[in-house]
């Protein structure tokens, strides 16, 4: 876009400090268009007319304006819709920067008249790179020993700027010594995690989570525990996400995964935290170390399907109780077997609506105690053959 000398508006989306605002700087300065920086969470639809107006005068005068929005998913509905108009003329070209996913946080009519470049967290080369600059800035080393840089690197977290503002900080008091990992810490303090509990990282997480449980990787399953535990993530949140986990992706399989799972809950809620973290821990590591079937998950998304396809459908007669004596004229429960008296407590009864066909929803996996259920529904559909094929006879 450069080259061509003709730049689009753009949405840059990443983690804080991997340089959005200073990349759109620098594309103002190349394209040669005035930068005008507004931050979302300052500004209103005011703010933005008076912007707009001054970059029309600009650009009678032969001048384009570059409009830079901090945390552009900060402005609601209507004050999206107002950058439209100017967008689509070319009144201004906008650089929208954003922490969360656009997809989600912006209009769709504004989100296509934009390009999304993601920009990721900085990675530990990129920020010894930054530290490196800084220090050529400051004319000496940081007074720190190998092991203290690394954990500097490793506390920022990818955010090239909080590495720059703890530089400063530890330049600024002045150590006498270089200092070791314990004393870094303690003269930076620790920083909490990058984690929202109400945005997109909430929901990679225990996406993160779940899956590395369905993969039965005990230990990522609980890296990932202690990444949203220390994020400050409500553990009632994740112990109700382990009971559905131990439903939809284990169910019959092990049937004693979903008492561990709200065992596990209960012992959380009573031990309270810290302690009772360690009861979603063994949660998790009993839930990741189960045999794994989705059967039951499966068969009951078919049944739905099926219920909605056959509508109101009434049961067979043969299975209706039939508590007045019209309903038995009605023949009610006329031909009804109970089951119980049945040879070997299986009387191979239609239990499905007249005129629908049987149909097989679950099908148990060869895994865990599905295996043996799979025996049981495939004897039962050996003997529900045999019977039905003696009534015909």
């Known amino acids: 876009m450069i080259a061509a000398r003709h730049l689009a508006s753009i949405v840059f989306w990443g983690p804080p400090g991997t340089g959005k605002t200073t990349i759109a700087r620098l594309l103002a300065e190349v394209s040669d268009l005035h930068?005008?920086?507004?931050?979302?969470?300052?500004?209103?639809?005011?703010?933005?007319?008076?912007?707009?107006?001054?970059a029309r005068e600009r650009r009678a005068m032969g001048r384009g304006t570059l409009l830079f929005v901090d945390e552009i998913h900060r402005f609601n509905k209507a004050?999206?819709?107002?950058?439209?108009?100017?967008v689509e003329d070319g009144t201004i070209t906008l650089i929208g920067a954003t922490t969360e996913?656009?997809?989600?946080?912006?209009?769709?009519?504004?989100?296509?008249?934009?390009?999304?470049?993601?920009?990721?967290r900085l990675d530990a080369a990129a920020l010894e790179k930054i530290l490196a600059r800084a220090e050529a800035e400051e004319g000496k080393r940081l007074p720190?020993?190998?092991?203290?840089?690394?954990?500097?690197?490793?506390?920022?977290?990818?955010?090239g700027r909080y590495m720059l503002n703890l530089a400063e900080a530890?330049?600024?008091?002045?150590?006498?010594?270089?200092?070791?990992?314990?004393?870094?810490?303690?003269?930076?303090?620790?920083?909490?995690?990058?984690?929202d509990k109400a945005e997109e990282s909430h929901y990679n997480l225990i996406s993160a989570l779940h899956k590395s449980l369905r993969g039965s990787d005990a230990d990522a399953g609980l890296y990932w525990l202690a990444r949203m535990l220390a994020g400050g993530e409500d553990p009632h949140y994740i112990a109700?996400?382990?009971?559905?986990?131990?439903?939809?992706?284990?169910?019959?399989?092990?049937?004693?995964?979903?008492?561990q799972a709200i065992a596990g809950w209960e012992?959380?809620?009573?031990?309270?935290?810290?302690?009772?973290?360690?009861?979603?821990?063994?949660?998790?590591?009993?839930?990741?170390?189960?045999?794994?079937?989705?059967?039951?998950?499966?068969?009951?998304?078919?049944?739905?399907?099926?219920?909605?396809?056959?509508?109101?459908?009434?049961?067979?007669?043969?299975?209706?109780?039939?508590?007045?004596r019209l309903m038995k004229d009605l023949g009610y429960a006329k031909g009804y077997e109970y089951d119980h008296d049945a040879e070997e407590a299986f009387s191979g009864q239609n239990y499905f609506p007249d005129g629908?066909?049987?149909?097989?929803?679950?099908?148990?996996?060869e895994r865990g105690f599905e295996r043996e259920i799979k025996k049981r529904l495939a004897y039962w559909t050996k003997l529900r053959k045999e019977r039905s094929g003696r009534e015909s006879g």
């Open 35 to 54: 930068f005008e920086p507004l931050s979302a969470v300052f500004s209103g639809v005011a703010e933005l007319r008076k912007v707009f107006d001054a």
């Open 79 to 86: 004050q999206q819709d107002a950058f439209l108009p100017v």
């Open 101 to 120: 996913n656009p997809s989600f946080e912006l209009n769709g009519a504004l989100l296509s008249r934009c390009r999304v470049l993601v920009l990721n």
């Open 144 to 159: 720190l020993d190998p092991d203290a840089r690394q954990t500097l690197l490793a506390l920022a977290d990818g955010d």
């Open 170 to 195: 530890i330049w600024e008091a002045k150590p006498k010594a270089p200092l070791d990992t314990a004393h870094l810490v303690s003269l930076v303090q620790r920083r909490a995690p990058l984690y």
């Open 240 to 259: 109700r996400r382990l009971v559905r986990f131990a439903v939809e992706d284990i169910g019959m399989a092990d049937p004693a995964a979903l008492a």
């Open 267 to 324: 012992a959380f809620e009573r031990l309270g935290s810290p302690e009772g973290e360690l009861a979603i821990a063994q949660v998790v590591l009993y839930l990741a170390t189960a045999p794994k079937s989705n059967a039951g998950y499966v068969a009951f998304g078919q049944a739905q399907g099926a219920a909605r396809e056959t509508g109101s459908l009434m049961p067979p007669k043969h299975i209706l109780n039939a508590p007045t």
């Open 356 to 365: 629908m066909a049987r149909r097989d929803f679950y099908r148990p996996a």
